[in-house]
């Protein structure tokens, strides 16, 4: 069924996007990283903003970017927590408003990313379904596996969505203005999924909810089922692009702390024998 394979993409989403952040801000200052995701920031924060206040929550401090600096350098970035985006909120409804505020910014941030598909985006995903084979790859995901060898026949198109969107990049034509800005903000809205400094697990249990919420709608209007086979191609999409950065910014990372290692292992100095 289709909103169940929709539930798990959704999550598998959640946490590439924090995977790709928790990389991106291992590698360069986080403030730097913020400021690229700034249009993502901007709406994830403010939707969640106003889930806490319409929960009745007290809204205490309300910051996007902070002063914080540091290096990069082994682990988590010093100064991190204090360049990250930061709400301070106090729900009336300790357990379901973390929920409720963390749902307002995950539909916010896709409702942002259809808006953008809609006016800028369709080149991009024209030029992503144009592959001979991602309609077939597409339609695969669309069910989830019910055996072994249907599993590892997802595995394999994970694998050709991968190298189908590596592909996709690399046909765009970056000089036609929308192709570019659709990217950017498709890409910042796609991050700015993943909680920064707000709670797991009310994030995880907002995309059950969302999942759930549009479940109940396929069932009772049956019309639905159209409109979410019509927006399956900007969910692969989405799911694909975190993939191809995903795997990108793990061979930068892991280059990089090889690099470091080679350097500093090279600069000490030699034990006396």
């Not at 249009?39 to 002063?67: D, H, N, Q, W």
């Not at 909120?89 to 990313?113: D, F, N, Q, T, Y």
Request: aromatic content about 8%; proline content about 5%; overall charge positive.
């Amino acid at each position: 069924m289709i909103y169940a394979a929709l539930s798990v993409y959704l999550l598998g989403i959640l946490f590439a996007a924090m995977g790709v952040y928790q990389l991106w801000a291992g590698m360069v200052r986080p403030r730097w990283v913020n400021w690229a995701l700034l249009p993502g920031t901007v709406v994830s924060e403010m939707a969640y903003i106003f889930g806490c206040l319409i929960t009745g929550g007290e809204i205490r401090r309300a910051k996007l970017i902070g002063a914080g600096g540091g290096s990069a350098k082994g682990g988590k970035p010093a100064g991190a927590s204090e360049a990250e985006p930061t709400t301070e909120a106090e729900p009336k409804l300790r357990s379901v408003g973390p929920i409720v505020a963390a749902l307002m910014s995950i539909l916010a941030c896709g409702a942002g990313i259809v808006i953008a598909h809609a006016v800028l985006g369709e080149p991009v995903i024209e030029q992503f379904a144009a592959g001979g084979d991602t309609p077939r790859l597409t339609g695969q995901l669309k069910a989830l596996p019910k055996s072994t060898g249907q599993f590892w026949d997802q595995i394999d198109c994970q694998v050709n969505l991968l190298h189908r969107m590596a592909q996709t990049w690399t046909e765009l034509k970056w000089l036609n203005w929308p192709v570019p800005l659709f990217v950017y903000l498709a890409t910042c809205l796609t991050i700015r999924l993943a909680p920064v400094r707000r709670s797991l697990r009310a994030s995880l249990a907002a995309v059950v909810v969302a999942a759930g919420i549009i479940a109940l709608i396929g069932a009772i209007w049956k019309r639905f089922d159209g409109l979410v086979d019509e927006i399956w191609p900007l969910v692969m999409y989405v799911w694909s692009s975190l993939l191809f950065l995903l795997a990108v910014s793990l061979v930068i990372r892991g280059g990089v702390g090889l690099a470091r290692g080679l350097f500093e292992k090279e600069g000490r100095p030699a034990r006396a024998s």
